[in-house]
Nanobody, 121 residues
Framework: VQLVESGGGLVQAGKSLRLSCVAS????????MGWYRQAPGKQRELVAT???????NYADSVRGRFTISRDNAKNTVYLQMNSLKPEDTAVYYC????????????????WGQGTQVTVSS
């Protein structure tokens, strides 16, 4: 299984970015997909998650500015980030939890390699 993120970059404060993450590898289903971030010198933290039924959860710091969505048919999760702030600067990681592959009932957790988001003031 591979999770590949894209869409990161350098933007000015107040601007927007859209991150995408595609999961591949003989996938049957994914319970929860999410985005986490890690800033230099800090622990990795939850940004947003979305279930297969499209129930969402957001960190307080991004609620109202970020929107998570997913396309179950494409095993893809998106993160629309608006009104970006310098404190949003971090490496953003995609996560797939409760991922089940065809031919097995085992559920596993996978991480992407991360994509850098830098917001300048």
């Amino acid at each position: 299984v591979q999770l590949v993120e894209s869409g990161g970059g350098l933007v000015q404060a107040g601007k927007s970015l859209r991150l995408s993450c595609v999961a591949s590898g003989n996938i049957f289903s994914i319970n929860v997909m999410g985005w986490y971030r890690q800033a230099p010198g800090k622990q990795r933290e939850l940004v947003a998650t979305i279930t297969s039924a499209n129930s969402t959860n957001y960190a307080d710091s991004v609620r109202g500015r970020f929107t998570i969505s997913r396309d179950n048919a494409k095993n893809t999760v998106y993160l629309q980030m608006n009104s970006l702030k310098p404190e949003d600067t971090a490496v953003y990681y995609c996560n797939a939890d409760g991922l089940r592959r065809w031919g097995t009932y085992r559920l596993n957790n996978y991480w992407g390699q991360g994509t850098q988001v830098t917001v300048s003031s």
